[in-house]
């Protein structure tokens, strides 16, 4: 008895269309995406002295300058608690989302020869920038978590112990929000080229208006307060100092406006990636 032999046929076309989006392709690379997670990581801390050791000395000397500027020459308050588990948590927090925006933005003019020879969803990339600064805050969380154990031994601080759940929830925001704004800003920069020479000036002045430094509760009452809190970044450096330092403001208004934001910002992002990237090797 003959066996009938299934045929598979691929159907190649141009796509030309602003929405014309396949994101079902990224499933069917999660290997490449992970794969260029592993490269990504690797190639950052490769031929350096004390390779990813930099990731936990570079936010614990951060957080030590911060202690000493703003908490102890400057006097900001920190609403009562250890000054070093203050700003330790905020920087953590804050170079995650910062380092989903710098990195992400470069996407086009770091990849273009690669992207030049063969091609794959170029959203993966991006992507496995996230999931790389993902990796880096990990481990930037446990040396945190290490501080915040001894603390709460003391008594220093009452943590929502409950909140802890909601975690993986902010640091999924984050990396959306800074994937959003970077291939926003990696699109852009293919025509306009200085775009690349403001982002990291730009993100340093975003920290100052995000409460990374200062608690929210200094500027109540002030005009800068709701400027401060419809910054898409603020809701969740406040919430996850609630959850782990028992301090900061958890607003459901300011929440829903900000995750409005984010999918704004993931959407447009996405359709102006995907239009790009047709054309991007006639620009770079």
Not at 93 to 122: A, D, E, H, M
Not at 164 to 191: A, C, D, H, Q, W
Request: charged share 10%.
């Amino acid at each position: 008895m003959e066996q009938k032999t299934k045929q598979y046929h691929t159907h190649l076309k141009a796509k030309n269309g602003w929405f014309d989006i396949n994101l079902g392709e990224l499933w069917q690379y999660r290997d490449l995406i992970w794969l260029f997670t592993k490269r990504k990581f690797i190639l950052i801390y490769k031929q350096t002295i004390l390779g990813p050791a930099w990731i936990v000395l570079q936010p614990l000397m951060t957080t030590l300058i911060y202690t000493l500027v703003f908490g102890n020459i400057a006097n900001i308050s920190t609403d009562g608690i250890p000054q070093i588990l203050f700003y330790m948590g905020g920087t953590a927090i804050w170079n995650f989302f910062s380092t989903c925006l710098n990195q992400t933005s470069l996407t086009f003019t770091s990849n273009s020869r690669v992207f030049g020879k063969v091609y794959f969803p170029r959203l993966t990339s991006p992507i496995s920038t996230v999931l790389s600064s993902a990796i880096d805050f990990l481990v930037q969380f446990v040396m945190f978590m290490l501080f915040w154990i001894y603390f709460v031994a003391k008594g220093a601080i009452t943590p929502n112990y409950l909140g802890i759940l909601l975690l993986p929830l902010i640091v999924l925001y984050l990396g959306l929000l800074g994937l959003g704004f970077g291939i926003i800003i990696s699109s852009l920069t293919t025509k306009y080229r200085d775009l690349s020479l403001l982002v990291t000036f730009g993100v340093q002045l975003w920290m100052y208006i995000t409460p990374v430094v200062y608690p929210t509760s200094t500027l109540e009452g002030s005009v800068f307060y709701k400027l401060i809190m419809l910054n898409p970044a603020t809701c969740a450096v406040e919430t996850f100092r609630w959850i782990f330092l028992g301090v900061g403001e958890v607003n459901p208004l300011y929440w829903a406006i900000s995750v409005a934001v984010m999918l704004v910002t993931v959407t447009v992002g996405i359709v102006i990636f995907s239009r790009v990237e047709k054309t991007f090797m006639d620009t770079v």
